[in-house]
């Protein structure tokens, strides 16, 4: 029973319009929300994160907005570039003190067409 | 540069062969994780270390081992493979989380495991 869930397998979008990525997940015990991109042959690396105590959290190009009542968070990239096209993974913590484990959606393949 | 390091990049064995892959840090972080990622699917935790404290996924088969020498290395021990098991594994590494509880996690790039 998947607890995160990235709905869409892939994603395409005109470069310099806005990525969207989404995410559901199940557990409302989840704390604490990252995001990670991952290039072909390399792992995945860290992008953005969230805890529940924020609605929102941007990093240059980057915001992810959580919607703790919808159990939904989402990923906006603004301008999107053609270097942003890679797979992008949800990752949410079950108990953020004292245990280290994510749980991590399927992914997402984003494409941005030049 | 800081960094996971994972050997090798690729991994052949046959059925029923073990099979040892490797990961090393120089984050000098003391939480190492190791995941299984299978085609099109999420990264799955098998296991991690909270330095040399070793814990076990509850559905992990007993198939995988798992050895921390030192905070720098870390080993996935595959007694016997299966073709099941072919699959990206994934190494992580944290620190301890910060006073908010938070840790982002460092990966390798991956060690893809085929079985013949």
């Known amino acids: 029973d998947q607890q995160v869930k990235q709905n869409s397998p892939s994603l395409s979008v005109q470069e310099g319009r806005i990525s969207i990525l989404n995410c559901d997940y199940t557990n409302s015990m989840f704390d604490y929300f990252l995001w990670y991109k991952k290039y072909p042959a390399e792992g995945p690396t860290f992008l953005i994160s969230?805890?529940?105590?924020?609605d929102k959290n941007e990093d240059g190009r980057f915001t992810v907005f959580l919607n703790k009542s919808a159990k939904h968070l989402s990923l906006h990239i603004v301008p999107s570039q053609p270097g942003d096209s890679a797979v992008y993974f949800c990752a949410a913590s079950p108990d953020p003190s004292g245990t280290y484990k994510y749980i991590f959606g399927t992914g997402t393949r984003l494409k941005v067409l030049a | 540069d800081a960094m996971v390091i994972q050997n090798p990049r690729y991994q052949v064995t046959q059925f029923g062969k073990p099979v040892t892959l490797s990961c090393s840090q120089t984050l000098n972080h003391n939480v190492m994780y190791w995941y299984q990622q299978k085609s099109s699917q999420a990264p799955k935790l098998l296991f991690h270390?909270?330095?040399?404290?070793?814990?076990n996924e509850a559905d992990t088969p007993d198939n995988f081992q798992s050895r921390r020498p030192n905070t720098s290395f870390c080993f996935l021990d595959i007694r016997s493979p299966g073709l099941g098991d072919a699959a990206m594994y994934l190494c992580a590494t944290s620190r301890t989380p910060n006073l908010a509880g938070y840790n982002e996690q460092f990966f390798g790039p991956g060690t893809r495991l085929t079985v013949l």
């Open positions: 270390y909270y330095d040399k404290d070793f814990n």
């Open positions: 969230i805890s529940s105590i924020k």
